[in-house]
């Protein structure tokens, strides 16, 4: 759904420190050394081994020495571009500007190059099949198969379902019958309930605006919109001008009886988590938490139990990783990191959830987004859990999905485990196409069973999903959106895709 660049960010990260950086002299340091003065500070130092040689080599170091103005010239050598030509210069990159002496910038290629592998291992998940387990359901199809947000409101039993093709949300019954639909929409990619009111059943509708990457172009807006008896009888645009929001929740941040907006604003050159904070009679003033460009997800909760709403929020660019926001009251937030990611794992999602029925929330964390500089099957991409040790999260299991884009945990067999929902936007769709939607059975002891459902293979390239009980059994259901975009230049693969539902129900069987 949204292509990250995320190598071609963790260049703006590293360099800028590169531009702010100690003045000491670095003429007799290694390129070893010198990649690790100017990139650590970011984030997590990113080892040659993460990404293969020709990767590094015509891909990720050459975006990278573009924000220090330098270019490879025929015979691999960086150059400082010549200032008559820098008006040339790409303008989605031109506010930043890095300073690294081209000695020092070879030293750091050369290593580079000279120590990332050839290729990179491509492990083989085994994924059984088992076709028994769910009943599949679609709704009629009516338009191109382009879907970027799936929801079902277990309060209204109302299903959603964003069409970026023809720019609608449609909504429809839990028995997948169409009611409605909202014209005039710019990428629906997150509903979130604010609640019933007299006037009907509210929701926080986020417009990404901005699909693609565009530098710091500002599109994209939150609206309420009111529905009543499966009927749109109201909408009102609440805060626009935001760089790619991508979710909104409404939350009582400061206790003063009025609900302030949150939005994760995913940019991509700008970005940030931004609070709107109500000041009375529909206006708000918008109050900066952090400047981090890549907020992706957020949760609220009571983190460290003092009766004030706190946050944890994912960033999937610059300095990527699960933070925790610790409320101080009148909309100021500390900014504490939890868990942080090399640039190159694409991080595409988290959950906080119990998962061991210890009394202690969890993390649940995925890698997979590939739609970068970078774009290889990566050993790294998958399903991490992160246990709760109290002072601190150790990862405790691993499952490698190759372009892993979410996961959602629920107990779909009813034996009390918490299980998982996942799917896989930038799977290995060739070679091992079980990867798309997977279940993982808990056996307890960070011991899962993995399978999927032979008819979901090849029906469409699952880039968004729910988990809800949309026919009220007792079970867990999972919805999956389709969204056929082209993938590796398969375009065989695509036009099946767009043959195929906008979404499908899998009704798990009790």
């Given at each position: ?15 800028i420190t590169l531009y702010s950086s100690c003045n000491r002299s670095t003429t007799d340091l290694s390129g070893k050394q010198l990649s690790k003065i100017y990139c650590i500070s970011c984030h997590t130092y990113p080892e040659p081994a993460l990404l293969p040689k020709y990767i590094w080599d015509k891909k990720v170091l050459p ?446 069987k009790p």
């Open positions: 759904m949204k292509k990250r660049y995320i190598i071609g960010i963790f260049a703006i990260a590293c360099l975006v990278m020495g573009a924000f220090a103005d330098l270019y490879k010239d025929k015979n691999g050598v960086y150059k400082k571009i010549p200032k008559e030509y820098l008006n040339l210069r790409d303008p989605v990159i031109d506010p930043v500007h890095a300073n690294i002496p081209t000695e020092s910038w070879n030293k750091i290629v050369e290593f580079y190059l000279d120590q990332a592998p050839v290729k990179l291992a491509n492990p083989v998940t085994a994924i059984d099949t088992i076709d028994n387990f769910a009943v599949l359901e679609a709704p009629k199809k009516s338009a191109k198969s382009f879907t970027t947000c799936v929801y079902f409101d277990a309060s209204s039993k109302l299903l959603f379902q964003s069409n970026y093709a023809d720019k609608v949300l449609n909504i429809f019954d839990e028995k997948l019958k169409f009611k409605t639909s909202l014209p005039f929409c710019e990428g629906v990619v997150n509903v979130s309930p604010i609640g019933n009111q007299k006037d009907g059943d509210h929701f926080l509708i986020t417009h990404i605006g901005s699909l693609q990457p565009n530098g710091g172009t500002a599109n994209g807006f939150v609206e309420d919109v009111i529905i009543k008896k499966s009927k749109i009888v109201g909408r009102v645009k609440l805060c626009d001008s935001l760089y790619r929001p991508v979710q909104t929740l409404l939350c009582d941040v400061d206790k003063d009886g009025r609900k302030d907006i949150i939005v994760c604003e995913f940019g991509f050159m700008k970005g940030q988590l931004s609070l709107f904070k109500n000041i009375g009679i529909n206006q708000y003033k918008k109050i900066t938490l952090s400047n981090i460009v890549g907020a992706e997800k957020m949760y609220i909760d009571d983190i460290n139990n003092d009766g004030m709403p706190d946050l944890w929020v994912l960033f999937a660019h610059d300095i990527e990783g699960i933070y925790q926001f610790i409320n101080k009251g009148n909309g100021k937030f500390v900014q504490k990191p939890v868990i942080n990611f090399p640039p190159s794992y694409g991080s595409s999602s988290f959950d906080i959830i119990d998962m061991d029925n210890d009394g202690k929330k969890d993390i649940i964390y995925t890698s997979g987004d590939n739609a970068d500089f970078s774009p290889v099957l990566k050993p790294y991409h998958g399903i991490y859990i992160y246990k709760n040790m109290g002072r601190d999260f150790k990862q405790k299991f691993f499952l490698h999905l190759n372009g892993c884009y979410k996961a959602m945990p629920a107990d779909f067999n009813g034996d009390g485990k918490m299980d998982l929902a996942a799917i896989s936007f930038s799977a290995d769709f060739e070679n091992n196409p079980k990867e798309g939607f997977v279940w993982l059975l808990n056996h307890g002891n960070n011991d899962f069973k993995t399978f999927t459902d032979s008819r979901t293979i090849g029906l469409g390239r699952w880039i968004c999903m729910d988990v809800a009980d949309i026919n009220r059994d007792g079970r867990p259901d999972v919805i999956l959106g389709n969204m056929a975009a082209i993938a590796n230049n398969n375009r065989e693969l695509m036009q099946k895709w767009l043959k195929g539902p906008e979404l499908i129900v899998v009704k798990t």
